[in-house]
Nanobody, 117 residues
Framework: QVQLVESGGGLVQAGGSLRLSCAGS????????MGWYRQARGKQREPVAT???????NYADSVKGRFTISRDDAKNTVSLQMNSLKPEDTAVYYC???????????WGQGTQVTVSS
């Protein structure tokens, strides 16, 4: 079993920055991709950024150039640096980790990010 705990959410003005962190614990063996998803009120959960064990990254078009994802496998952490925040970035942000085999998805409890205009 894997436990993911997020931290770093909060309230920020448009144009500001926040850094989200996620600490994994438990059986982190065979964890491949890690990433961040978000869910705004009334909308479906969507991917924000993912990072593979080898370091390759993917970003949603809406955050490219503003957000940066990173991971530290020695510490079992994944972070999301969010700059130039916009009100439309307001959502609950969830940390995600994927076990390669058997294919299993793990989620954190979520952390609220609110960007005021």
């Amino acid at each position: 079993q894997v436990q993911l705990v997020e931290s770093g959410g909060g309230l920020v003005q448009a144009g500001g920055s926040l850094r989200l962190s996620c600490a994994g614990s438990g059986s982190m063996f065979r964890i491949g991709d890690m990433g961040w998803y978000r869910q705004a009120r009334g909308k479906q959960r969507e991917p924000v950024a993912t990072v593979a064990r080898g370091g390759s990254t993917n970003y949603a078009d809406s955050v490219k150039g503003r957000f940066t994802i990173s991971r530290d496998d020695a510490k079992n952490t994944v972070s999301l640096q969010m700059n130039s925040l916009k009100p439309e970035d307001t959502a609950v942000y969830y940390c995600n980790a994927v076990r390669d085999w058997p294919r299993t998805y793990y989620w954190g409890q979520g952390t609220q990010v609110t960007v005021s205009s």
